[in-house]
T-cell receptor, first 115, second 113 residues
């Protein structure tokens, strides 16, 4: 069974601080996605990383896929209250799979940015 | 495009009652999923479908049934609701062929008393 471990589980920081959230597994994934979920809403896709070592930037958010495609990180620079939410990572099965295997979701990191 | 819609948004059931949650998507996606989300448990997959007329069990299928009679719709049924099924339910859809980026609905908050 493939598992994705996210850390930390909870994070409370002051506005303007930097933070990094981690998503780790012992399994290889063909791609990895990051979602953000706000209270009372469904998760919304932020980014997909596909290539080992890939780095993608979305304004103040930087996403990195590990070289071995087993882990990923999300770094937020100068966090703002609008970044508050639940951040979820999700992995698609390795290349050898048929492609019908559903995504594996981490349990999420709940971020609170205090003004 | 409305994306993924779910009805109803809220529902309160008594133990033993039945209900059906409806998910509809207008993006012509082949794959559809039903998840439940509980505090500290993350998103757990209940059932999924890779095409019209086909369904498969996920991580927590017991007590639920599903049907995919039309490509755009995916129904989740509770035959005899139990308090343990109190949760927020999310439907999602994605294109076949990867990288399987999922589009989620707004959720249904279900309370079973």
């Amino acid at each position: 069974t493939q598992l994705l471990e996210q850390s930390p589980q909870f994070l409370s920081i002051q506005e303007g601080e930097n933070l990094t959230v981690y998503c780790n597994s012992s399994s290889v994934f063909s791609s990895l996605q990051w979602y953000r979920q706000e209270p009372g809403e469904g998760p919304v896709l932020l980014v997909t990383v596909v290539t080992g070592g890939e780095v993608k930037k979305l304004k103040r958010l930087t996403f990195q896929f590990g070289d071995a495609r087993k882990d990923s990180s999300l770094h937020i620079t100068a966090a703002q209250p609008g970044d508050t939410g639940l951040y979820l990572c999700a992995g698609a099965a390795g290349m050898e799979d048929s492609g019908n295997t559903p995504l594996v979701f981490g349990k999420g990191t709940r971020l609170s940015v205090i003004a | 495009n409305a994306g993924v819609t779910q009805t109803p948004k809220f529902r309160v059931l008594k133990t033993g009652q039945s209900m059906t949650l409806l998910c509809a998507q207008d993006m012509n996606h082949e794959y559809m999923y039903w998840y439940r989300q509980d505090p500290g448990m993350g998103l757990r997959l209940i059932h999924y479908s890779v095409g019209e007329g086909t369904t498969a069990k996920g991580e927590v299928p017991d007590g639920y049934n599903v049907s995919r009679l039309k490509k755009q719709n995916f129904l989740l049924g509770l035959e005899s609701a139990a308090p343990s099924q109190t949760s927020v339910y999310f439907c999602a859809s994605t294109l076949a062929g990867g990288p399987y980026e999922q589009y989620f609905g707004p959720g249904t908050r279900l309370t079973v008393t």
